[in-house]
Each structure stands twice: as structure tokens, then as C-alpha cells.
């Protein structure tokens, strides 16, 4: 069974950077569309970013400009780094892997941004 698993929440002060993390054990995530998405309280879910496989990058415009989702494929993990967070930014994000025509869900990691 695919398990995904993020890391890296916590708090954060507004204008500072945090960097999330995603593994899925016994997968290569370089051969899959990795996604990143977010739910804040009393909010829809959204969609973050995504990678594919051959590195295109998409980001959501709230976003863009301040987010960046890359792939360490020696280490095999996915990352979203997050810059100039802001109060706005508070959610539990999610990282989501499409397998096999299926998406994979972690448990989430709650960021919170406040000072």
C-alpha cells in the first residue's frame, strides 16, 4: 500500500520562509505528477503547485512568485519552499501523488503563519 508523508510544518513569522517535504517509501516520485495542496480553516481546498514528471512547474496565482515545488531526486522526496509567508498562508498542506490513475493523499502537516 502507497503511503505519502509530509513534513516540515510548524510555526513561522510573517515574512519568513519554511520548507515542507514529501516521501513516499517504494516510490520514485520522479515518474510521477506530485501536487501540493492546502486547506485552511472554513476554506475550500486548494490546489498549491504541481511537478510532472519531465519538470514542468505550475503554481496557483496566490502563490507564484513565492512558492517554489522542486524534486530531489537523489534523495527522493519532493519539497515546496515557501517564501514571504503570510497570515493568509496558515493551512494544513497536503502532498498528493497521481498513481496509477488514483491520488495518493497524506495526512497533511499544519503551517502556521502568525507572530
Known amino acids: 500500500q502507497v503511503q505519502v508523508k509530509e513534513s516540515g510544518g510548524g510555526l513561522v513569522q510573517p515574512g519568513g520562509s519554511h520548507r515542507l517535504s514529501c516521501a513516499a517509501p517504494g516510490l520514485i516520485l520522479s515518474i510521477y505528477r506530485i501536487h501540493w495542496y492546502r486547506q485552511a480553516p472554513g476554506k475550500q481546498r486548494e490546489l498549491v503547485a504541481f511537478i510532472t514528471p519531465s519538470g514542468f512547474l505550475n503554481y496557483a496565482s496566490s502563490v507564484k512568485g513565492r512558492f517554489t515545488i522542486s524534486r530531489d531526486d537523489a534523495k527522493n522526496v519532493a519539497n515546496l519552499q515557501m517564501d514571504s509567508l503570510s497570515p493568509e498562508d496558515t493551512a494544513v498542506y497536503y502532498c498528493?501523488?497521481?498513481?496509477?490513475?488514483?491520488?495518493?493523499w497524506g495526512q497533511g502537516t499544519q503551517v502556521t503563519v502568525s507572530s
Open positions: 498528493v501523488i497521481e498513481y496509477g490513475g488514483d491520488l495518493i
